[in-house]
């Protein structure tokens, strides 16, 4: 086993990820895609939608550690 | 005989044979009991035993068609545990295991509420054990706090009961409201097990604390049962519906920062109840078949995910994220099964979430209800975001791993394996599931429109979440405490009650005195009452003072 085994892994991960993230864009193109809420038929919604929520989750969740993080065993003390 | 057999109990009496079985054919024994109890699935529905004690009717055994796909999922669930700890010698485990699995599949067949609260008593007394098998000191508190809120909520389901036979001469099971002051008994008392909104803390607190094999039979039953117990009782109860909303959304935050991979899948099963409860809060057939077939994949998908972080403690000593990494090389089947777990319950196309979460969407859309759906397509992403992304990636890849480990041993990657299958078989396969639901479906998950909405959003989450490593945006693991809903019993309330138990302890002490007695020679030896220590040690005991404080508090105010 190499070593930078993980490190390839990851680029080439991240290179497939993005092609298909590209297609999927693409795929908006070429038909309508019905929604149940006329604005959510914007091309690439649901795309938008995912990487806004996600940061937002991780910036927030990261936020909060300011407030419910303590040291591991709190509760011991 | 066998159709009068109350399902599941033939598993408990199996439990208390353990002790005389051969170690060797313990596990045989229990599977076996497991096959004998599956065999009511055949029976069809109807009432099938009734009895007539104190003048009470008792329905200890009915079928329909709610009961069904959760007595199959609990029959899978018994099997799959069992076969994962094929490896452990732990007696007492295995006894608890199976009796608590009895007692839930006994529980789904309770027609009415007394049968159902001796039941729900047994889960919490069976599963107790479990959380206990962990073995650890902290194991041992965990799961006293975990008992004393287990049977709080047995207590709240009595009183419910109670009040309801007494206003009513009804004690069946029933479509209840929240205008009735025995429906927000029995409301409260299934919210605690669903893990509400800060009725939550006991499952993040015991779970991850129980064994490799303990958290996998953990994950599988109570939270279920009180959907189910939820769905039969309370479907259409609008209050449901932000209720649910709110646990899929908070608890994802939660998970983002906890170290404890174990304790981030306990916040993962909380916010995917929040799915289910959505589901029943909107009443409709569509959405209570949802929130069935959400229920049962749920079951097999999570367990799968604590069976690859067992596989992953019981190998590398730990789930700890910020000291796991790397595993891939080691742990190749685990990895995989892991990622297949992963991807069920991110609900991508062709895995089983995917087909049992767009049942719910589908009747949150259907109704426009569009901010409620967009708070559920958001916690999507954060299911993502921690069951599908952080769970695999920070156990078994993140960075190169120094410490050789084996792989998980064969039992358990035949559990997992299993488990695996059954994601990719029902994702494919729907209409198998479907035919199992309570209600007759015309559903058809596989759109166009839906894959393609989904797989925008998961794979553009992903694609944030390279983003944010590459920038290095995303937060390092750090080994720490996140506080949930327990710290207000945990830290809160004895902080408040020592205090004052400080001072009670003196002003009693200084009357004793008065008195030419010393309070403390009264109570000397085994209470120590002005010792501080004291109220250290039996924190369990306090907070339970004050939880069975409170019920009696709320039973006078209905009484009066």
Redesign the interface.
């Known amino acids: 086993m190499k070593k930078n085994d993980l490190k390839s892994m990851g680029k080439s991960f991240t290179k497939y990820i993005l092609i298909i993230g590209a297609l999927l864009i693409l795929l908006d193109f070429t038909f309508h895609r019905h929604e149940y809420f006329s604005f959510a038929e914007i091309y690439g919604f649901p795309a938008f939608f995912g990487f806004v929520s996600f940061v937002f989750i991780v910036m927030l969740g990261k936020w909060l550690r300011k407030f419910l993080m303590r040291k591991e065993g709190y509760y011991d003390q | 005989m066998i159709s009068n057999f109350i399902p599941g109990l033939i598993m408990i009496i199996t439990s208390f044979l353990l002790p005389i079985i051969p170690q060797y054919f313990r596990h045989p024994a229990m599977l076996l009991s497991v096959g004998l109890s599956a065999l009511s699935l055949f029976n069809g529905y109807g009432t099938f035993l009734e009895w007539d004690i104190l003048g009470l009717n008792l329905i200890l055994y009915q079928s329909d068609s709610l009961t069904l796909p959760f007595a199959i999922i609990f029959h899978i669930a018994a099997i799959l545990v069992i076969i994962f700890s094929w490896h452990s010698k732990n007696l007492m485990e295995h006894m608890a295991t199976l009796a608590y699995a009895g007692s839930a599949i006994g529980a789904l067949h309770a027609g009415d509420f007394f049968s159902l609260f001796i039941w729900w008593e047994a889960t919490a007394l069976t599963s107790v054990f479990i959380v206990f098998a962990g073995n650890t000191n902290a194991a041992k508190d965990a799961a006293m706090r975990y008992l004393i809120i287990q049977v709080s909520s047995g207590v709240l389901l009595l009183i419910g009961a109670c009040l309801m036979l007494y206003q009513t001469g009804n004690h069946n099971l029933a479509v209840l409201d929240l205008k009735t002051n025995f429906g927000i008994f029995i409301f409260i008392a299934f919210g605690i097990k669903a893990a509400f909104p800060l009725l939550n803390g006991w499952l993040q607190d015991s779970y991850p604390e129980s064994s490799v094999t303990g958290t996998v039979a953990l994950s599988a039953f109570t939270t279920k049962l009180a959907i189910y117990a939820l769905a039969r009782t309370f479907p259409g109860t609008d209050s449901l519906i932000w209720i649910g909303a709110i646990m899929t959304a908070f608890p994802?935050?939660?998970?983002?920062?906890e170290n404890d991979l174990r304790r981030v899948l306990s916040f993962s099963l909380n916010n995917q109840l929040g799915f289910m409860v959505v589901g029943i809060g909107i009443g409709t057939e569509l959405s209570l078949n949802g929130t069935v077939a959400h229920a049962f994949v749920h079951i097999i998908y999570k367990a799968l995910l604590f069976m690859s972080m067992g596989a992953v403690l019981y190998r590398a000593g730990t789930t700890k994220a910020s000291e796991l990494g790397?595993l891939y090389?080691y742990m190749p089947f685990t990895t995989i099964f892991c990622i297949i777990g992963a991807m069920s319950i991110s609900a991508f196309p062709l895995f089983s979430g995917f087909v049992a979460k767009s049942l719910i969407m589908?009747s949150?859309?259907?109704m426009?209800m569009?901010l409620i759906?967009?708070i559920l397509?958001?916690a999507s992403?954060?299911v993502?975001?921690h069951s599908g992304i952080k769970i695999p990636y920070f156990a078994f890849?993140?960075?190169?791993r120094k410490n050789k480990v084996k792989e998980a041993p064969i039992n358990m990657l035949i559990a997992m394996g299993i488990a695996a299958f059954l994601c990719i078989a029902i994702g494919v396969f729907p209409k198998y599931l479907y035919q199992i639901l309570p209600y007759a479906v015309d559903y058809q998950p596989y759109t166009?429109?839906h894959v393609?909405?989904?797989?925008?959003?998961?794979?553009?989450?992903?694609?944030?979440?390279?983003?944010?490593v590459k920038f290095k945006?995303?937060?390092s693991e750090?080994?720490?405490?996140?506080?949930n809903s327990d710290w207000f019993y945990?830290?809160m309330l004895p902080g408040i009650g020592k205090p004052l138990f400080k001072k009670i302890g003196l002003l009693t002490d200084s009357l004793y005195k008065n008195l030419g007695l010393s309070f403390k020679q009264v109570l000397s030896k085994s209470y120590k009452f002005s010792n501080l220590s004291y109220i250290k040690v039996t924190t369990p005991s306090f907070a339970g003072t004050i939880l069975i404080s409170i019920l009696f508090i709320m039973l006078v105010i209905v009484l009066v």
């Not at chain 2, 994802?252 to 920062?257: E, N, P, Q, T």
């Not at chain 2, 890849?397 to 190169?400: L, N, S, T, V």
């Not at chain 2, 393609?452 to 944010?468: E, N, R, T």
């Open positions: 994802v935050f939660f998970a983002v920062i790397g090389k589908s949150l859309g259907g426009g569009v759906y967009f397509f958001f992403a954060g993502l975001e890849f993140a960075h190169e166009l429109d393609i909405s989904q797989l925008q959003l998961l794979v553009f989450a992903i694609i944030a979440f390279l983003f944010l945006l995303y937060p750090i080994r720490s405490t996140v506080l945990r830290k």
